[in-house]
């Protein structure tokens, strides 16, 4: 009923979007530029009695705020698909994974069956203080239910956060026992790290996995790279699949650790924002480290960037699949009642002088949107063949050719293994019943589990007790119909998600990320890409007639 009485507006929304463009323009100008956008007077007064008759003559009350507030997504729709409009109440929860911590009680929760589920318990944060224990349930909080179809991640996560000091009242079900506790949690701050993960691979290879680009993620590398360097790693992975991005100035600082002196990093420009060039300063501790970077469809933004860094600069060697293709940069600008726009104000071009936006229609984001899911029908994650960059030819500082127009293009592509991949897989994977399974074993067995100090024991344990077949019982009950042919087709990717979980139930995220690593086929080829110290690109060899002229 809302979305029809909502649609009926539509001619409405599209008049006051044009008030609201021009504010927004009016707003940036005064505030980031020096010369004001200019207005003519004869449209304002249009505009503004146009407003006063809507809110004095319309048929039916209109609360402009709020029609204004859903207008603005609408306009921005028309100029690209990355200038944004966030409310105020949605800004706080967005902005906090990248500025390194919020303020919550430090729980790490999955939603089980409609409810709650705690999964970790963040060491030295305000849940830990009060004693709340991985497996624990949360089924009351402020003394209202937390249970049922209503909950879910966004819910959860705005009922658990709240203002540093805030008291929450949990109410808690603890298995083997029948009644419920009531704890009170003074929310404090709690740290987001974007680097969760980082190992030595070999006896002098190091491993790092930025998740992604935040305040603290530069002093996280540092930290990481120095324990790796001690344990002896001389060279580096630096892996950024599913890295969706962040801020550029965290890449950029990544970038000058290794790279020489006065190398281009990105510069930006715009058509109202002067070119910035963003340079190498020397100081880098890594300049010489050999490296491989590892990306996939779903490395973006400031993945992009550190990766056409390395790329074009022929520091590294970049391998895995074409990343996303995002090449606009963003502006903040905040308004008064803490709402945030997002303003596309220039793009980011590569040291060789490329673009890696892709294309877009304005107006209209859904195949925009959908390119994952369209490359992936066409076979471009696991057939380079089927891929086609109709970007325009640059070259790299040796003179090696890339492309620019749709993301980067890795030096040495890795397909996405679907093999095993069947219907059955796919559907408990998207239903979460792996996950559920997986937690469910994890509980009832954690006393036993929980005997073992290392990861790698309890996957050599899991392994022996079958637990695809246990997995395949336990979902046929919920519905999903056993079926034993393509339960064995892909009984490798049950396992491998089904372990995964059960490892990050039992010690953390980073003992699972190592075990899938195990059988990562990125991981193996540069490996070994790095024994054969290949990781630096070569000059390319000229062609033939091109020597005889030189001679």
């Not at 020096?34 to 407003?51: P, W």
């Not at 949360?138 to 805030?166: C, T």
């Not at 480290?289 to 860094?309: G, H, K, Y």
């Not at 892709?358 to 209209?364: F, L, M, N, Q, T």
């Amino acid at each position: 009923m809302a979305n029809n009485k909502f649609r009926n507006y539509t001619p409405l929304i599209i008049a006051v979007s044009v008030v609201v463009g021009i504010l927004i323009g009016s707003f940036y100008a005064s505030h980031f530029r020096t010369n004001r956008l200019s207005i003519t007077n004869s449209t304002n007064s249009k505009i503004n009695d146009m407003l006063f008759a809507v809110e004095d003559r319309y048929v039916d009350t209109v609360d402009m705020n709020d029609l204004i507030e859903k207008s603005l997504p609408k306009i921005l729709l028309e100029l690209d698909p990355h200038s944004t409009y966030t409310s105020a109440k949605e800004v706080e929860a967005e902005m906090q994974e990248l500025k390194g911590s919020f303020s919550g009680i430090g729980i790490i929760f999955s939603i089980i069956k409609d409810t709650a589920r705690i999964i970790h318990v963040v060491d030295g944060g305000p849940s830990e203080d009060v004693g709340l224990m991985p497996g624990d349930r949360i089924v009351k909080v402020d003394g209202k239910p937390f249970v049922g179809k209503f909950l879910n991640d966004e819910y959860a996560m705005k009922a658990l956060r709240g203002p540093n000091q805030s008291v929450i009242k949990m109410g808690i079900l603890r298995s083997g026992q029948k009644e419920m506790r009531t704890y009170e949690v003074v929310r404090g701050p709690v740290p987001v790290r974007t680097i969760d993960t980082y190992a030595m691979l070999d006896k002098t290879t190091g491993y790092i996995k930025i998740n992604s680009f935040g305040d603290k993620t530069y002093e996280e590398l540092i930290v990481a790279l120095a324990e790796l360097r001690n344990e002896g790693s001389r060279n580096l992975i630096i892996d950024l699949r599913g890295n969706g991005g962040g801020y550029m100035e965290a890449a950029i600082n990544i970038a000058n650790e290794f790279l020489p002196k006065k190398r281009m990093i990105v510069y930006t420009e715009g058509r109202r924002s002067e070119r910035a060039e963003y340079v190498s300063d020397g100081r880098g501790d890594y300049q010489g480290t050999p490296l491989v970077v590892l990306v996939d469809e779903t490395s973006a933004s400031s993945s992009e960037i550190f990766a056409a860094a390395i790329q074009d600069n022929d520091r590294g060697t970049i391998m895995g699949r074409r990343t996303f293709g995002k090449g606009l940069v963003q502006e903040p600008i905040q308004f008064p009642d803490g709402s945030l726009l997002k303003l596309t104000v220039a793009r980011y071009y590569s040291p060789s002088g490329r673009c890696l936006q892709k294309p877009y229609v304005k107006g209209d984001n859904k195949d925009y949107l959908n390119d994952i899911f369209v490359r992936y029908q066409k076979g471009e994650l696991s057939s380079q063949d089927s891929i086609h960059l109709s970007g325009k030819k640059y070259h790299t500082y040796l003179g090696r050719t890339v492309f620019g127009g749709g993301g980067v293009m890795p030096d040495v592509f890795i397909p996405t293994d679907t093999t095993d991949v069947t219907s059955y897989f796919m559907e408990a994977l998207a239903s979460r019943r792996l996950a559920e399974f997986a937690y469910l074993y994890a509980d009832q067995h954690r006393k036993e589990l929980e005997k073992f100090s290392k990861w790698e024991d309890l996957v050599a344990y899991l392994k022996k007790h079958n637990i695809v077949d246990k997995f395949a019982s336990y979902a046929d009950q919920d519905g999903l119909k056993r079926r034993n042919l393509l339960i064995s087709k892909s009984h490798s990717k049950l396992e491998h998600s089904l372990i995964s979980n059960i490892v990050d139930y039992i010690f953390d995220s980073r003992s699972a990320n190592l075990y899938l690593l195990k059988d990562d086929e990125c991981i193996s080829k540069a490996l070994q890409l790095i024994r054969d110290k290949q990781t630096f690109p070569r000059k390319p060899e000229k062609k033939a007639k091109d020597v005889t002229k030189l001679k």
